[in-house]
């Protein structure tokens, strides 16, 4: 064989194999192609999945809080039918007992707060003073623990007249004290302010009372 027909032979062999390397090229590019592809559509069908999923679980949170708003409306709406029959029990019997008891019972009404603090003040409607401690620091008075309502309530130990103004201390009602009424022995009144004798242990009280 002539040395060109070997160069040739040589050639044919070096582009077999070259034709070879990029058919196999292609094929493994075509490979990646497919595989770019097939991860493309699988992501895109896990992003729908998930989209659907998500759209189908808000659309289940939507549903659930109508639900429980739906639910909490008649919940309410029965509390306040049930505190609006309290209340008129309350102002029925109209005395601080009855109207501590629904203020206790119902502490987070805030439809009837006015009212009760409008009705308490109707209650107590009369204002005198009366003396709360001794000079020597005897105290004429407990306080009453059974009512629950703003402010400071008690009972004096004994019968006490009622002034219109403190005795011995300035500012503290009428400068001319004199007696207006009596508060039975035992009977809760509501302490608004107390006044301090200079010099003594006295106190007086003005404080808001029934009939």
């Not at 070259?18 to 559509?41: E, H, K, P, Q, S």
């Amino acid at each position: 064989m002539s040395k060109i027909q070997e160069r040739i032979a040589e050639l044919d062999k070096v582009s077999k194999k070259t034709r070879t390397v990029n058919n196999i090229l292609w094929v493994f590019v075509f490979a990646l192609v497919a595989l770019a592809g097939y991860f493309a559509y699988e992501s895109s069908v896990k992003e729908k999945e998930i989209e659907k999923l998500l759209s189908l679980s808000n659309d289940a949170k939507e549903k659930l809080a109508l639900s429980e708003s739906t639910t909490q409306a008649k919940f309410d709406s029965i509390i306040r039918a049930s505190d609006a029959d309290l209340w008129q029990q309350a102002k029925k019997i109209n005395t601080l007992k009855a109207y501590s008891n629904y203020a206790q019972e119902n502490p987070y009404d805030s439809i009837h707060k006015a009212d009760l603090i409008k009705a308490v003040n109707n209650l107590l409607s009369n204002v005198g003073y009366v003396q709360y401690q001794e000079t020597n620091g005897n105290k004429l008075y407990t306080v009453n623990t059974e009512i629950h309502l703003e402010g400071e309530y008690v009972q004096f130990k004994n019968d006490k007249a009622i002034r219109n103004g403190a005795i011995g201390i300035n500012d503290c009602g009428a400068d001319n004290s004199k007696r207006i009424d009596v508060i039975n022995k035992g009977k809760t009144v509501r302490v608004n302010k107390l006044c301090e004798a200079p010099g003594s242990q006295s106190i007086w009280a003005e404080i808001a009372y029934s009939n």
